[in-house]
Antibody, heavy 120, light 106 residues
């Protein structure tokens, strides 16, 4: 059974940093593109970032470029999102999601989501 | 950036109704479109990919159509479990979601 479990969320002050983790199981993690998607309270879904199976290529939404860094450890079957210079507008539930092995960026499995709150 | 626009934003319907949600892309995305269902407090669930391909395990009352810039999600006979918010998402260039369509009980 495919499982994605996020951790590392919480309350952080504006300008602060946080690192999210997503532990994957039930599939060959190293074969799939992985993504982060976020959802502000009461709002819609917004794609944040993606990473190639071997970690060699990453892409970001303009709203987080230069502040967030996606990475992965295929030996640990874990996806990460390092978030720096956090702003109030980054407050959201963050989901890790599995893309496709062929690179298509639609998401067939999602984690349960983890809340990040940026507030003083 | 490719913008995705869904209509309507809210839809009131009854059990058994045929429901159609429209999604328009700001430029051609071929058939690189997915549909998701999301219930409150839950992660989204993939329903349709490549505009019309039904994800494994999704009931056949869900169907998708379209290509280019115009797409539709149809629920042939609305069931109680289908009251939720639906999102379209393009994956022609990066990924962009529509703003969502809430299907509520009439």
């Amino acid at each position: 059974e495919v499982q994605l479990v996020e951790s590392g969320g919480g309350l952080v002050q504006p300008g602060g940093s946080l690192r999210l983790s997503c532990a994957a199981s039930g599939f060959t993690f190293s074969s799939y593109w992985m993504h982060w998607v976020r959802q502000a309270p009461g709002k819609g879904l917004v794609w944040v970032s993606r990473i190639r199976p071997d970690g060699s290529t990453t892409n970001y939404a303009d709203s987080v470029k230069g502040r967030f860094t996606i990475s992965r450890d295929n030996a640990k079957n874990t996806l990460y999102l390092q978030m720096n210079s956090l702003r109030a507008e980054d407050t959201a539930v963050f989901y890790c999601a599995r893309g496709q092995a062929n690179g298509a960026s639609y998401f067939d499995y999602w984690g349960q989501g983890i809340l990040v709150t940026v507030s003083s | 950036d490719i913008q995705m626009t869904q209509s309507p934003s809210t839809l009131s319907a009854s059990v058994g109704d045929r429901v159609t949600i429209t999604c328009r892309a700001s430029q051609s995305i071929s058939s690189w479109l997915a549909w998701y269902q999301q219930k409150p407090g839950k992660a989204p669930k993939l329903l349709i990919y490549k505009a019309s391909s039904l994800e494994s395990g999704v009931p056949s009352r869900f169907s998708g159509s379209g290509s280019g810039t115009e797409f539709t999600l149809t629920i042939s006979s609305l069931q109680p479990d289908d009251f939720a918010t639906y999102y379209c998402q393009q994956y022609h260039t990066d990924a962009t979601f529509g703003q969502g369509t809430k299907v509520e009980i009439k």
